[in-house]
């Protein structure tokens, strides 16, 4: 009723009702352990506690103030990452979500299945949010080392990529990433020389 009352004011008297929310699909990976579940059940203000690991895929359509964003995680365990491509076509930009803790041989798998994931033809002129998460961990390496090591610079040239530290218990941060991303999505006159 409030809802009706308010609908009917905004179109007599202003502007109508406000505008629909733009959706964009995107994919998000990286992998086992790293967080995609956690964090995205956080946006969606659900609970992070008694989550699974995810089996195949999974989609969530995460609300923003100016953004509706329908994230498809992807399994990040060996034995799904093989079919990560079949799950690539449709997408408009991708969330890569990395255990910025973890140890030395996962953090090269990361970095394999990074590079392949920029260089994919169906995500390699889509925008990418680097999510280096477990920020709040000891071992966690910093977005600069990030970078390096992930030779990130020259891969990344030409491309729309935001690279953000992050933390489950730090859920602002995470959102002005996710609000960057959003940025990136909208811009319609993308000038590759820019970044
Ligand atoms: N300390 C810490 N733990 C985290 C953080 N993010 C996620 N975790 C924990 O990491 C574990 C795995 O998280 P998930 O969200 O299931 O990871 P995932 O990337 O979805 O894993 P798959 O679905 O198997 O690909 C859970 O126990 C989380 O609570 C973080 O920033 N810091
Ligand atoms: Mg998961």
Redesign the pocket.
């Known amino acids: 009723m409030v809802t009706d009352r308010t609908e009917c004011f905004r179109a007599l008297c202003c502007k109508g009702p406000p505008p629909p929310r733009p959706e964009y699909d995107l994919v998000c990976i990286?992998l086992?352990?790293?967080?995609?579940?956690?964090?995205l059940s956080q946006l969606c203000s659900e609970s992070?506690e008694n989550?699974v690991?995810?089996t195949g895929f999974s989609i969530k359509a995460v609300p923003f103030q100016n953004a509706i964003l329908n994230v498809k995680?992807l399994?990040?365990?060996d034995n799904i990452r093989k079919y990560w491509s079949r799950y690539y076509q449709g997408s408009q930009g991708v969330i890569f979500?990395l255990d910025s803790a973890s140890s030395e041989d996962d953090l090269e798998t990361a970095r394999n299945e990074l590079h392949s994931a920029l260089q994919h033809p169906q995500l390699c002129t889509l925008p990418f949010l680097i999510l280096a998460?477990?920020?709040?961990?000891p071992a966690a390496r910093s977005v600069q080392e990030i970078k390096k090591y992930f030779e990130l610079e020259p891969l990344a040239r030409g491309k729309r990529w935001i690279l953000k530290p992050c933390?489950?218990d730090d859920m602002e941060a995470v959102k002005d990433s996710f609000s960057l991303l959003i940025n990136l999505l909208e811009e319609r006159d993308f000038e590759p020389s820019r970044m």
């Open positions: 990286g086992t352990g790293s967080g995609k579940t956690s964090l992070a989550i690991s995810t995680e399994g990040g365990a979500v998460n477990h920020q709040d961990k933390s489950l």
